[in-house]
């Protein structure tokens, strides 16, 4: 499972775009680039000339109120992290670039859910409804500046709502409706919207949910709030509420968003809030039209010829990157619900039956789906699907093998890495570019991204934290609330190497993962730097853990921790749960044992293995490790938030495991 799946080295077509860019860079700025590593190399040696070249390549002049400037200067005029600056006085808005595909044919975004219903909306109609929905929330009194929040579905109305707030200059902020109330209004109420858009409800799992007193409730919560613009039937008693197509129907004069500054807020995302707050991160219309239009047109080669389905949910910066699609010109697809309802098969369908070219799922979909017997390949007709993405965590090599046996032979596999703290991806796969099990192809254009030993050194070949050292467009431009920068800079730049950092020019972006680079300019990605086991001294990250547990057929998901004791003891339990029919005995627990001792470690062999009810995450997906860590080891002022957990009742299960742990 080391090989390269597809085999051979292949290159882009001449009409990629990474290769056209690629021409146009040489062509432009006397460069050589022959390969993949030296147009990266240059990209990050050179970033004001690599992000004008981006600027040019996709015409961005067209849409700003004054052409770029001459001279590095006008496109970073200070490189420093934190707070560099991007197209000083440039003045542009998200939204257009959208809208300069508005003469495209057919649907710009379809909608589905669980029962089969489908709805599109059509390139011709969108501009009109963007407009009319502008007007709306303009006559409510919202202009540059102003807060329009979301409690919704994975719906094209959402989509709808985002563009048009965004046109206006105002900021938008979504929270999907699997939230309770109360822990909606802590990420939202923060910010204290003018306008709130919501959902009468969705389906998920076979079963309606209703979300019209969620919504009300959300609503009364929400300080200053002038409107709220209900998408289905209206929450019982909520007074002035909007139905949604009432405010499509203001008439419009002529429409052309709002041109603002490059650093003017576009949107709101925010940290899972486990333990503390969650963190209001803030970016930029400029920063995200470039790195995204560079991300998923450049290195997933999407265009006007594509249909882009990444499932996902408003609470996931996943959302806004699948909406980039639109950037592109490629339509996109909604999905309201479950994943694996009615089985494993669903997603499948839909990219068979919407001729999806670009999906983009997780490890826990495509392990689902491996373990029930899939054969996505056989079963639908997937000719149109040309790449997979999977994001969400590290995707194992066997689930390489997988797709590759069981989907479509040699179909590329992009596994990225990102987050919410830059809206998109550090590292993934790119066109052209070989793919091998458990690999990122490469790190994308435009990112330094290194590997660092705990004394600032970069390293090839080794685990390290995963660092930035070059600005990024679509790094933060500020978070939420933190007027002198206090707790952004806390977040990436104050890392305590161990001995003076290699980088000459000031801070460095700490991302909080570990890392290996290879001598090919390819990732391993290996989990939290803040999760790591360390055992009898050896640092290992989760994720390899894993890899090779959750590889196991009667291993449905796996939870590994390191627990510090009294005296220096350590404690690494493995918490499992397992498919139906599947038993924890003695020989399934031999067979954990002898999997990570001869795939991976013999000092990393869990010192026990016991079946869980079920294993807590985010409500984005990722695995509650820090936290749960800390409550097995007894510390007192862990305080998870149980608004951010997709099982809270699972906290109390952990925590007794670790009260009845003997050291």
Not at 385 to 412: I, N
Not at 416 to 439: K, L, M, N, Q, R
Not at 449 to 477: A, F, I, K
């Amino acid at each position: 499972m080391t090989g390269v799946v597809p085999p051979g080295d292949p290159a882009p077509t001449p009409d990629a775009a990474i290769e056209r860019f690629r021409r146009h860079v040489e062509e432009r700025f006397g460069v050589t680039a022959t390969d993949y590593d030296a147009l990266w190399s240059w990209s990050v040696r050179e970033p004001a000339r690599f992000w004008r070249a981006v600027w040019e390549f996709f015409d961005l002049d067209e849409l700003a109120a004054e052409p770029l400037g001459e001279g590095d200067e006008a496109v970073l005029a200070d490189a420093r992290m934190p707070g560099a600056r991007w197209f000083p006085g440039v003045k542009l808005n998200y939204v257009a670039q959208v809208l300069r595909h508005a003469g495209l044919p057919g649907a710009a975004i379809v909608g589905l859910d669980e029962t089969g219903a489908r709805t599109e909306i059509a390139w011709s109609e969108l501009p009109g409804m963007v407009a009319s929905l502008a007007a709306t929330l303009r006559n409510l009194g919202v202009g540059p500046g102003d807060v329009v929040a979301a409690y919704l579905p994975d719906i094209p109305e959402a989509v709808v709502a985002f563009l048009a707030t965004a046109s206006l200059g105002a900021i938008w902020s979504g929270c999907g409706q699997d939230y309770a109330p109360q822990g909606a209004a802590g990420r939202l109420g923060q910010l204290r919207p003018k306008v709130l858009f919501s959902a009468a409800g969705y389906r998920w799992g076979g079963k309606d949910i209703d979300k019209r007193a969620d919504s009300a409730e959300l609503a009364g919560l929400l300080d200053g709030l002038v409107a709220h613009i209900t998408i289905g039937d209206a929450p019982a008693g909520a007074p002035g509420a909007i139905d949604f197509g009432e405010a499509l129907s203001t008439p419009t004069a002529e429409f052309s968003p709002l041109a603002v500054d490059v650093d003017h807020p576009l949107w709101v995302l925010f940290s899972s809030g486990t333990t503390g707050r969650p963190k209001g991160i803030v970016h930029g219309h400029g920063g995200v039209v470039v790195e995204h239009l560079k991300a998923t047109a450049l290195h997933g080669d999407l265009s006007s010829d594509d249909v882009f389905f990444w499932q996902t949910a408003l609470s996931w910066m996943m959302w806004n990157y699948q909406v980039a699609g639109l950037l592109c010109g490629a339509r996109i697809v909604c999905y309201s619900g479950s994943p694996l309802y009615p089985d494993a098969d669903r997603l499948w369908q839909i990219v068979a039956d919407e001729k999806v070219t670009y999906f983009g799922t997780s490890p826990g979909q495509l392990q689902a789906s491996r373990k029930a017997g899939l054969e996505p390949g056989d079963q639908h007709d997937l000719s149109a699907l040309r790449t997979l993405g999977s994001t969400g965590s590290a995707l194992a090599p066997d689930l390489f093998v997988w797709v590759d046996e069981h989907v479509k032979k040699g179909l590329p596999i992009s596994s990225i890495s990102g987050g919410t703290d830059i809206v998109s991806a550090f590292a993934g796969g790119s066109t052209g570019v070989p793919v091998v099990p458990g690999e990122l192809s490469v790190r994308y254009l435009g990112v330094a991204l290194e590997s660092w030993s705990p004394d600032g050194r970069p390293q090839v070949g080794e685990v390290g934290e995963l660092v930035v050292t070059e600005p990024m467009p679509s790094m933060p431009v500020s978070f939420w609330d933190d007027p002198d920068g206090a707790r952004y800079r806390a977040a990436y730049f104050e890392h305590e190497w161990q001995g003076p950092t290699s980088h000459p020019d000031g801070p460095v972006w700490r991302h909080g993962d570990w890392v290996t680079v290879t001598d090919r300019g390819s990732l391993v990605i290996h989990g939290r730097s803040d999760a790591t086991l360390n055992r009898h001294g050896i640092r290992m990250g989760s994720a390899d853990i894993y890899e090779v547990v959750e590889s196991l057929d009667e291993v449905a998901e796996a939870f590994v921790l390191g627990v510090d004791g009294p005296d220096g003891k350590y404690w690494m339990p493995l918490f499992v749960t397992l498919v139906p029919g599947a038993v924890l005995d003695d020989a399934l627990e031999k067979r954990i044992a002898s999997a990570v001792a001869e795939r991976l470690s013999r000092r990393h062999v869990p010192d026990e293995v016991i079946e869980a009810p079920g294993i807590p995450h985010t409500r984005t997906g990722k695995k509650l490790e820090v936290p749960v860590t800390a409550i097995l080891a007894g510390r007192s002022e862990v305080n998870v938030d149980p608004r951010s957990v997709d099982d809270y009742s699972l906290i109390e299960w952990y925590a007794e495991q670790g009260r009845s742990h003997r050291w």
